[in-house]
């Protein structure tokens, strides 16, 4: 994105990042950035609910623009750091409701009464979101040590490939008993993901599981077996933690490597666009 406007251009659009209740401290709200093209972030009233949004220019922000730049990754990267921005301005005096990324209104009463009509399910999950946060957990297969060269089954009598003859039987023994240990490799790691999940839902008033991430996006040559949200109550903040560390102590869990960030915003239990009543994967009894 372009750093070179210092305002939003006319005609504008409002960019909304998240509803809040408690409007955020005026001087964390003005010292904080959302996109580098737009105005200052301000706050909207919707109802009982305040929405933090920006204006920006029409010009970069309307739908064709807005594909293009999103369809470059460091323009995408950007547009994703500046909304994490507006979102974790509007969280500074309570739960928000963080609205997908790139969500934008022609003008400041379409975008209050966009809200308004969501009022219900936005309410409701900001009680339910109200002390809480994500924690981000990503459990891998171990990484094995690479596989030696495959032979040509070569043997004593001189036959190659596989032909004929006890160097050929020999081979396809040889090439059986790899893919077996293979597999039971990746089903002893899966078992002992599916065992770090049972673990850490122990402490979580929900989770949900996000599509595993690809080997080119992680950078690993092993396996992403688990991608998982789960949510915690800030009186077990604690508690979960030191169950990950547990869980991540060396030779707890050899099959399997488990990554965890957090606290987090909890974007992942806060979609305003399904009924905040259902559980989003596994809601555990209170």
Not at 266 to 281: G, I
Request: some cysteine; overall charge neutral; hydrophobic content about 40%.
């Amino acid at each position: 994105m372009s750093t070179t406007a210092a305002g939003p251009a006319a005609p504008g659009v409002v960019c909304a990042f998240a509803v809040t209740r408690t409007p955020p401290d005026p001087a964390a709200l003005a010292a904080a950035r959302g996109h580098e093209e737009g105005g200052p972030l301000r706050v909207l009233s919707a109802g009982d609910l305040c929405l933090v949004v920006q204006d920006v220019p029409a010009a970069l922000f309307d739908a064709e623009a807005l594909t293009e730049r999103l369809n470059r990754p460091d323009d995408l990267e950007r547009c994703a750091r500046a909304h994490h921005r507006g979102v974790e301005a509007a969280a500074g005096r309570g739960p928000v409701v963080p609205l997908p990324m790139a969500t934008l209104y022609r003008g400041d009463l379409t975008a209050a009464r966009a809200v308004a009509a969501r009022q219900p399910v936005l309410v409701t999950l900001l009680d339910r979101l109200r002390d809480r946060t994500e924690w981000a957990v990503k459990v891998h297969a171990a990484e094995s040590p690479p596989e030696p060269a495959t032979d040509t089954g070569a043997g004593a009598g001189g036959g190659a490939g596989t032909g004929s003859g006890a160097g050929g039987r020999a081979y396809l023994t040889r090439i059986s008993a790899r893919r077996r240990d293979r597999q039971g490799a990746h089903d002893r790691a899966l078992a002992e993901a599916e065992a770090v999940d049972a673990e850490l839902r122990r402490y979580a008033v929900a989770a949900t599981r996000h599509r595993p991430q690809s080997e080119r996006l992680t950078g690993r040559r092993a396996p992403q077996l688990l991608n998982v949200a789960y949510l915690v109550e800030d009186a077990r903040r604690t508690a979960f933690a030191e169950a990950l560390a547990r869980l991540t102590a060396e030779g707890r869990r050899p099959a399997v490597r488990v990554d965890a960030s957090g606290p987090w915003i909890p974007y992942s239990f806060a979609r305003w666009d399904e009924d905040p009543q259902a559980a989003p994967d596994q809601e555990v009894p209170a």
